[in-house]
């Protein structure tokens, strides 16, 4: 019979405990040298462009790849006060400070913002005229012609896709982004000193409006980020896709800080083994999710055979190179996590569940690099993996998006310290 916990933080230490104020310098300067050292080693990158536009496309993969791990648990937070979970309490901190750090990574976007209000194209066709072209010889005709004569489609969505409402609309995500993460983070906190159950009701309240904010920002924001590259190009699915791999990407990264701070001695009672059955749960339905979008993605595109759409996956499936990335993405982010974590024993398994994590978010980064490296160089099809300029670039972003969240986290606690359902969270057993 399952024995009943008080509803007490037990753990000797439930914060970081000053050691965000030595890992901070650490993970910053690792961040500014891995980041210089991409944007120097791309100076004598053979994957066209210049040193700034090879630097610039790897720099977007890597900014997505931390953003969607924000936005996931942005909507774990959410989601978990609309369904009134009480199992996750114990985790669902971690989660809020992830999400917190939605907002500084938008000062951390002026790299890719700033060249789009000063008109450059290299990243994103749009801000130039001739990006309805399928040749590099055709977007010079269409770039010498006059407004009124440009193609309809570079009219049409030339009132969308221009370097005033896509910053606007950038800025916006961030603000709103940061303005829920704050809301969710500082009432939490507040609770912990009050304990009033009142502020709980608050955020469920409010979580149902807050979810519907949080889907449009994140639909409109996949499509200006990553979509736009493309913008011939265009998929409904694609904002459900990402989706998909950042709510996947956030539950892995709340169970591995989990572990790291259980490993260092901190929340080592309040997060057990039972949590981590959960979270792995959830992860194996979200890879499964995500491999059905993908593929529906894809067959969609597929037996409708319209060529403005099936371009797209021709640059990704025939080209030397990407199709083979893309076979690596198939097998690497769908079968072997999906028979990896499928069985309860593994998924109890801390060390395996960690390896696991790991694996899929080395994984979530290839897909990321596979949405966004294709389009640097559209026309030429070339296969562009440099590991001496992508890799720095991975490893310094990485590390500053920590230090984010050893600034946002502080001294707080790592746990809800008076939730109202904290006993049921401390008390949850897996049947």
Same mark, same amino acid.
């Given at each position: 019979?399952?024995?009943?916990?008080?509803?007490?933080?037990?753990?000797?230490?439930?914060?970081?405990?000053?050691?965000?104020?030595?890992?901070?310098?650490?993970?910053?300067?690792?961040?500014?040298?891995?980041?210089?050292?991409?944007?120097?080693?791309?100076?004598?990158?053979?994957?066209? @462009?210049?040193?700034?536009?090879?630097?610039?496309?790897?720099?977007?993969?890597?900014?997505?790849?931390?953003?969607?791990?924000?936005?996931?648990?942005?909507?774990?937070?959410?989601?978990?006060?609309?369904?009134?979970?009480?199992?996750?309490?114990?985790?669902?901190?971690?989660?809020?400070?992830?999400?917190?750090?939605?907002?500084?990574?938008? !000062?951390?976007?002026?790299?890719?913002?700033?060249?789009?209000?000063?008109?450059?194209?290299?990243?994103?066709?749009?801000?130039? #005229? @001739?990006?309805?072209?399928?040749?590099?010889?055709?977007?010079?005709?269409?770039?010498?012609?006059?407004?009124?004569?440009?193609?309809?489609?570079?009219?049409?969505? @030339?009132?969308?896709?221009?370097?005033?409402?896509?910053?606007?609309?950038?800025?916006?995500?961030?603000?709103?982004?940061?303005?829920?993460?704050?809301?969710?983070?500082?009432?939490?906190?507040?609770?912990?000193?009050? @304990?009033?159950?009142?502020?709980?009701?608050?955020?469920?309240?409010?979580?149902?409006?807050? +979810? !519907?904010?949080?889907?449009?920002?994140?639909?409109?924001? #996949?499509?200006?980020?990553?979509?736009?590259?493309?913008?011939?190009?265009?998929?409904?699915?694609?904002?459900?896709?990402?989706?998909?791999?950042?709510?996947?990407?956030?539950?892995?990264?709340?169970?591995?800080?989990?572990?790291?701070?259980?490993?260092?001695?901190?929340?080592?009672?309040?997060?057990?083994?039972?949590?981590?059955?959960?979270?792995?749960?959830?992860?194996?339905?979200?890879?499964?999710?995500?491999?059905?979008?993908?593929? #529906?993605?894809?067959?969609?595109? &597929?037996?409708?055979?319209?060529?403005?759409?099936?371009?797209?996956?021709?640059?990704?499936?025939?080209?030397?190179?990407?199709?083979? &990335?893309?076979?690596?993405?198939?097998?690497?982010?769908?079968?072997?996590?999906?028979?990896?974590?499928?069985?309860?024993?593994?998924?109890?398994?801390?060390?395996?569940?960690?390896?696991?994590?790991?694996?899929?978010?080395?994984?979530?980064?290839?897909?990321?690099?596979?949405?966004?490296?294709?389009?640097?160089?559209?026309?030429?099809?070339?296969?562009?993996?440099?590991?001496?300029?992508?890799?720095?670039?991975?490893?310094?972003?990485?590390?500053?998006?920590?230090?984010?969240?050893?600034?946002?986290?502080?001294?707080?606690? +790592?746990?809800?310290?008076?939730?109202?359902?904290?006993?049921?969270?401390?008390?949850?057993?897996?049947?």
């Amino acid at each position: 019979m399952h024995e009943t916990r008080p509803a007490k933080i037990t753990s000797d230490v439930v914060t970081l405990n000053d050691g965000h104020l030595k890992a901070m310098p650490l993970l910053l300067g690792i961040g500014v040298i891995g980041l210089l050292a991409s944007f120097i080693l791309s100076m004598f990158s053979s994957a066209g @462009g210049s040193a700034f536009e090879r630097f610039s496309f790897i720099y977007l993969v890597n900014f997505c790849f931390v953003l969607s791990i924000s936005l996931g648990c942005m909507f774990f937070v959410i989601i978990s006060h609309l369904t009134r979970a009480g199992w996750n309490v114990t985790v669902r901190r971690l989660a809020e400070l992830f999400a917190m750090c939605a907002f500084p990574l938008g !000062i951390l976007f002026l790299v890719i913002l700033l060249p789009v209000l000063m008109g450059y194209d290299f990243v994103y066709p749009w801000n130039q #005229s @001739g990006w309805s072209a399928h040749s590099i010889e055709q977007a010079e005709q269409i770039a010498a012609l006059d407004a009124a004569a440009k193609p309809p489609i570079e009219q049409l969505k @030339g009132a969308y896709l221009n370097p005033m409402f896509f910053s606007i609309r950038a800025i916006a995500y961030f603000l709103i982004w940061g303005a829920m993460g704050a809301f969710f983070l500082k009432t939490s906190l507040k609770q912990d000193d009050s @304990g009033d159950v009142i502020l709980t009701k608050r955020m469920q309240a409010l979580s149902a409006p807050l +979810l !519907i904010l949080f889907a449009v920002t994140i639909v409109f924001s #996949s499509f200006d980020f990553e979509m736009s590259l493309s913008p011939l190009w265009f998929s409904t699915m694609f904002p459900v896709y990402f989706f998909a791999g950042a709510f996947m990407s956030g539950l892995i990264t709340i169970t591995l800080t989990a572990m790291w701070l259980q490993k260092n001695g901190r929340v080592t009672d309040e997060i057990t083994t039972e949590h981590y059955h959960d979270l792995g749960k959830l992860t194996f339905g979200f890879v499964v999710f995500w491999g059905y979008i993908a593929f #529906s993605q894809f067959l969609l595109i &597929w037996y409708a055979n319209i060529p403005e759409e099936t371009f797209w996956y021709d640059y990704r499936i025939n080209t030397t190179g990407w199709g083979i &990335w893309s076979l690596i993405l198939v097998v690497g982010h769908l079968f072997i996590p999906f028979l990896a974590i499928m069985g309860r024993t593994a998924r109890r398994n801390r060390t395996f569940l960690a390896g696991a994590g790991i694996f899929l978010l080395v994984m979530h980064w290839v897909d990321h690099y596979w949405l966004i490296m294709p389009q640097m160089d559209a026309y030429g099809h070339v296969f562009t993996f440099n590991p001496l300029v992508d890799i720095p670039c991975a490893v310094g972003m990485i590390a500053i998006y920590i230090a984010i969240f050893c600034f946002v986290a502080k001294n707080r606690p +790592l746990v809800p310290l008076k939730d109202p359902r904290l006993g049921e969270a401390l008390n949850h057993a897996v049947h």
